[in-house]
């Protein structure tokens, strides 16, 4: 080893100590600066490469060379860095204490190692009745404890194995969660699994385990599953089908492999089901299932009789009206006229129409009847203003269906209809085709069904354009609401929400002017400058004129999720402007912080929360290394490996938007965001904001966004089969 007094660079060595402290990680790809303490030396050195998992007391061995660092001095760069558990009482303690094992923190560590000694892991190993042995340690903790052990033993030998074979490591606990102590036999079986069976885990990714594994690259495995690939990526996009043409070549741009190989692998998933082949047009058969299921399951209700008598419209339509208090406008009128006398229908219209008010009315007169109703909505918050409009209990269209996390699918499906008279179903524009599916099956053909929606809004996440395609098959009655009621004070954000729409520039007060205005722009190009006003107007200048809480009401919007205006990064700098300090945890490189605001990102059924579900972190156990997060009331517990399921929420993607309002929206929009920049997006950010809207960016971007209507098609059958499915019911009917 080098003297402390000459350490020549690019020196071979061998290293052997104790992890004193870890400075940094990267759990994706495993990249971690340590200091270890030398049983040779008084000092710690600096050890950086990369690792499968670490921990402060483990014993580190490591080959690699001595390099000089410009600002840190003499680090020792490992090429390979083997760690193993510590033996020492002292090792054994900080090892302990490091918040590796759940149930253990320093406290206990020290009780633990005070009453074992160096037979500590020993016992947790292999006699973990004796830990009951330990002051504070009872049944329940003591299986934690050792369900902890074996976890983390797990993990880290599928670390070692993925990362022999080019994966990130960050991605191990999501792998073992999902296999568990059979992670490495599956992987090594068929690798592909991962990209289909492991949330974040790509065709990419896969592709180099099995490259790794020695799987051949023209092997009909890999053919298969590149297929598959190209089809779920289309289905990322919105589309439910491909060309079989346009599969096969995209495929091959993928994969490398002669057409002829690729066209046999195809008929091989073809014969085997996974995939559908109709009219030229592939699918995953789970979605082609779900279009013919949709078509099929909506002409049915539509020539089914409802399961009430008749309402008398021309009477209820007047008791409603003096109900609420309020005379409808000839289109609210002509709206509700058709939804109380139609079997299924949809009420459509951007924002301050009637919408709202139209659903109040329907709910109102189905209670007078004593009908029971179902209100539901995709997403938690438009389910919560659904409630608050009427007054009556709503839930998200996963709680109404309750998805069963053990036998996967939701409980309720066609064989356990929901008991309902009525569904009434909002925005119901972001509803992708595989839910709008699972929802039908779960009515039976005499529920009359209700859908409101805004076609004008970005379409689903998820694949289909579903409510667009229902209008364009002109099958079902649907009333559009166009005269905006909605204008309180100034009205700038309805106004410049139906002026966008229209294709014209936005509205705002001049100098001077506008007070009490609710629509703000300030004028701003350069990226720094940007998130110098952003800054300055969410935590001072938007808490003193509205007097709103820049940490629950007030959402930052971006089109993007990456560059310095995309939502990851300024959710760095509003972490750091809003809530800079107090407990937290790391993971990925982020510090999830006590009364920081966080958003899920996937559906987690076992926990009850959906993408797009926005908290508040309010607990962080810094010895279990676990947060607690606030849904609105539910309290859900996040372990440090779950911690890939959550997003900082300060600011958000426009798209992560959609299906919820906040009181306050500060919208970027420049030409850094040009490729996202599009009229339904504008016009989705602008119908966000209930009380103000702050727009900072340049008139030059806003005006590509304005000017670009450009629709990009989503390839779906869904108009064609209810035509199809429509006709084939009333030939049927008429002896044809």
């Known amino acids: ?42 000092d710690t050195i600096t050890v950086v490469g990369k690792c499968g998992a670490i921990w402060v007391g483990e014993t580190i061995r490591s080959e690699g060379v001595w390099t000089r660092h410009k600002s840190h ?73 050792k369900e902890s052990w074996i976890e ?70 890999r053919a298969r599953a590149g ?87 021309d009477k209820a339509i007047p008791w409603a009206e003096k109900r609420m ?19 299924v229908s949809i009420i459509t219209g951007g924002p301050g129409v009637g919408k709202t008010t139209i659903i109040r009315a329907l709910v109102d007169v189905y209670f007078k009847r004593d009908l029971k109703i179902s209100l539901a909505a995709p997403t938690g918050r438009a389910a919560k203003r659904m409630q608050e409009a009427t007054h009556r209990p709503a839930m998200t269209l996963h709680r109404l269906l309750k998805f069963n996390p053990h036998g996967g699918g939701f409980e309720h499906d066609a064989d356990n209809p929901l008991d309902t008279d009525v569904a009434i179903i909002d925005e119901v524009s972001m509803m992708d085709l595989p839910l709008m599916s699972s929802f039908l099956c779960a009515l039976r053909p005499d529920t009359t069904l209700i859908l409101v929606g805004d076609t004008d809004q970005l379409p689903s996440v998820g694949p289909g354009n579903v409510l667009r395609d229902l209008i364009q098959s002109e099958q079902i009655p649907c009333k559009r609401l166009n005269q905006i009621f909605r204008q309180s004070h100034a009205g700038l954000i309805v106004q410049n929400a139906h002026r966008v729409n229209q294709g014209e520039f936005i509205e705002y007060p001049r100098s001077g002017a506008g007070i009490d205005s609710d629509f703000y722009f300030i004028d701003s190009s350069e990226p720094e400058q940007v998130i110098e006003q952003l800054v300055t ?130 919208i970027l929009i420049t030409t850094q965001h040009f490729k996202m920049l599009q009229r339904n997006l504008l016009y989705t950010a602008i119908t966000r904001g209930k009380k103000l809207v702050c727009l900072i960016g340049s008139t030059k971007a806003v005006g590509m966004a304005i000017n670009n209507n450009t629709i990009r098609l989503r390839r779906t059958s869904l108009r064609l089969r209810v035509i199809a499915a429509v006709d084939a019911q009333i030939a049927l009917e008429s002896g044809n």
């Open 537 to 666: 107007l969410v935590t001072k200048r938007i808490p003193k004129k509205f007097g709103l809480d820049p940490m629950t009401d007030v959402q930052v919007l971006s089109p993007m999720r990456r560059n310095q205006l995309g939502a990851e990064n300024l959710n760095a700098v509003l972490q750091e402007a809003l809530n800079p300090t107090g407990d937290q945890v790391q993971k990925f490189g982020r510090f999830y912080r006590l009364n920081d605001r966080v958003m899920q990102i996937r559906n987690n059924y076992d926990k009850e929360v959906f993408n797009g579900d926005i908290g508040q972190i309010t607990d962080v156990d810094m010895d279990e290394h676990a947060i607690v997060v606030d849904f609105d009331g539910r309290k859900i517990t996040y372990e440090v490996s779950e911690l890939d399921e959550l997003m900082h929420a300060y600011a958000c993607s426009i798209h992560k938007s959609q299906g919820s309002e906040y009181p306050a929206v500060v």
């Open 73 to 145: 001095g003499y680090q020792f760069q490992a090429k390979e860095m083997r760690c193993i558990a510590p033996t020492s009482t002292t090792g054994i303690q900080r090892y302990l204490a490091s918040g590796m094992i759940r149930g253990i923190g320093k406290v206990m560590a020290k009780r633990m190692v005070a009453k074992f000694g160096d037979d500590t892991l020993k016992i947790i190993e292999s006699e973990s009745a004796r830990l009951e042995e330990v002051e504070g340690i009872g049944p329940t903790r003591r299986q934690m404890i």
């Open 1 to 42: 080893m080098p003297s402390k007094t000459q350490e020549p660079d690019l020196q071979q060595d061998e290293i052997s100590g104790t992890v004193e402290s870890v400075i940094y990680r990267q759990e994706e790809s495993g990249y971690t600066v340590c200091t270890v303490r030398i049983p040779a030396r008084k």
């Open 227 to 313: 297929l598959v690939y190209v089809l779920q990526v289309a289905n990322d996009d919105g589309h439910c089908h491909t060309p079989n043409a346009e599969l096969i070549l995209q495929a091959q741009d993928l994969l490398g492999i002669p057409a002829e190989r690729l066209k046999d692998a195809l008929a091989h998933e073809l014969k085997r089901g996974t995939l559908i082949l109709e009219d030229n047009r592939v699918y995953l058969k789970a979605l082609f299932d779900d279009e013919c299921e949709t078509a099929d399951r909506i002409t049915r209700m539509l020539h089914c009789d409802p399961s009430f008598t008749p309402i008398q419209v």
């Open 325 to 343: 208090g309020i005379h409808f406008a000839d289109l609210q009128t002509e709206a509700l006229h058709s939804a109380l006398s139609s079997k």
């Open 152 to 221: 983390n033993r797990a993990i880290r030998d599928i670390m070692i194995f993925l990362q022999s074979h080019g994966v990130g490591v960050g991605q191990s606990a999501r792998i073992y969660r999902r296999y568990g102590s059979q992670a490495i036999a599956i992987i090594s079986d068929n690798p592909y699994r991962l990209c289909t069976d492991v949330w974040g885990i790509g065709f990419k990714t896969a592709d180099g385990v099995a490259q790794s594994l020695g799987i051949p690259l023209e092997s009909e495995v």
